[in-house]
């Protein structure tokens, strides 16, 4: 009998695992640790449904990239089924080097190491541990296979790890203006001269899933109070280093022994809830700065936070030191750790760096900037940038 399960997902419905290689990988410890990472790190402080994981996301993308490799082989391109196995086991295994709060402590918890580079080391441990069969998975991975279509399937400008986050992460918090087309833009995808791309009749579709990107990050992902609740995250992190504050066992290493490098197999056992009974503890800690932002986390007591158009002030922030200094009975050191100013940055479509190709009728190729009475033009080249301080409140 052919191998099969099916996971019950709330977006997409049934998810089918029709593969033995995948299954053994989805039941990896290394990728169900990701059931304990939280895939949008605070902001279910301010959208309650906020709470999916890591591990809704991978197997979403999994399920967009199964029927993106469907339609693509539909249209004759080539696919062998080592490649499709591969491509599968990549996207399921893209994220699997995000730490506790995925984005909102990369390089904090582990300083200078970018997720991906994470991802790839355990996906290179994994490949030992499967006997070299997840090589091909690599490859598609890092961009090495000479299929580049499939790298871009997995990181691109349009890929499914994009579609499936948007679509999930507005499911999830409410947020009407993140929802796309994804059926729509994988039913028009198509290869062209080795490279993804998508046909002319889905312009509407990949314009609305560029706007609601830049909805998402300002209604959402860089929300002042998502902001200022990650960076009060983050300030907790660097302070508990900064005084080799107390940890249990699993962060000691990172929190105060920073120059001894961690095991793939000590990072895998890290996630959200050995970040949580940290700040819990330290909560009652002596260190004023530190026990304000845990309690401030814990308690949903954040840090006043404002946006403005250009750089703040230097004395609103001076005089918001000298209030934090009185309140706290602090110096200006230690204030300065519970004030502070920063700036948020998005952008709608980066010129450089992106590429969405759009294939016409007659053959010709153009990029969905230059597409006739484009949304998405010269206008919008410029990033948009706010700047922001947190105070005590």
Not at 78 to 90: N, P
Request: proline residues 2%.
């Amino acid at each position: 009998m052919a191998f099969r399960k099916i996971i019950n997902d709330p977006v997409y419905g049934f998810i089918t695992i029709d593969d033995e290689l995948i299954y053994q990988v989805i039941a990896h410890p290394f990728y169900q640790r990701l059931r304990r990472i939280n895939q949008m790190a605070m902001a279910y402080l301010v959208y309650p449904g906020a709470v999916h994981t890591r591990l809704h996301h991978s197997l979403g993308a999994y399920h967009l990239i199964s029927s993106a490799i469907t339609e693509l082989k539909s249209k004759g391109t080539e696919i062998t089924t080592a490649e499709e196995q591969a491509a599968k086991i990549a996207i399921l295994l893209h994220d699997v080097g995000h730490g506790p709060f995925s984005h909102a402590l990369e390089h904090t918890l582990i300083e200078g190491m970018h997720h991906e580079k994470i991802s790839l080391l355990i996906m290179e441990e994994l490949n030992k541990q499967f006997d070299g069969k997840l090589q091909l998975a690599i490859d598609i991975f890092t961009g090495t296979h000479p299929k580049k279509f499939l790298h871009q399937l997995i990181s691109g400008q349009l890929d499914v790890d994009r579609m499936d986050y948007l679509t999930r992460d507005s499911f999830f918090t409410g947020v009407s203006e993140g929802v796309i087309g994804y059926d729509r833009i994988l039913k028009m995808l198509v290869v062209h001269n080795g490279e993804l791309m998508v046909e002319e009749k889905a312009i509407y579709s990949i314009e609305k899933f560029l706007v609601s990107r830049r909805l998402m990050y300002w209604q959402v992902y860089l929300h002042k109070t998502v902001l200022c609740a990650e960076q009060m995250l983050k300030r907790i992190i660097k302070r508990a280093k900064h005084i080799k504050a107390a940890a249990p066992p699993s962060l000691h290493k990172l929190i105060n022994e920073p120059e001894n490098k961690i095991t793939i197999a000590e990072f895998c056992s890290l996630d959200d809830f050995d970040v949580m009974t940290a700040i819990k503890t330290w909560c009652t800690h002596e260190d004023v700065v530190l026990s304000t932002l845990c309690k401030g986390i814990i308690n949903r007591q954040l840090l006043n936070v404002k946006y403005f158009a250009q750089p703040v002030d230097a004395a609103f922030t001076a005089q918001q030191i000298s209030i934090a200094c009185n309140q706290f009975k602090l110096s200006n050191e230690e204030a300065a750790w519970l004030v502070f100013t920063g700036e948020a940055v998005s952008s709608t479509y980066n010129f450089e760096d992106e590429r969405i190709r759009i294939l016409f009728k007659d053959g010709t190729v153009k990029d969905i900037s230059e597409v006739d009475n484009a949304l998405i033009n010269q206008n919008l080249r410029e990033k948009v940038k706010k700047y922001y301080i947190c105070y005590t409140r």
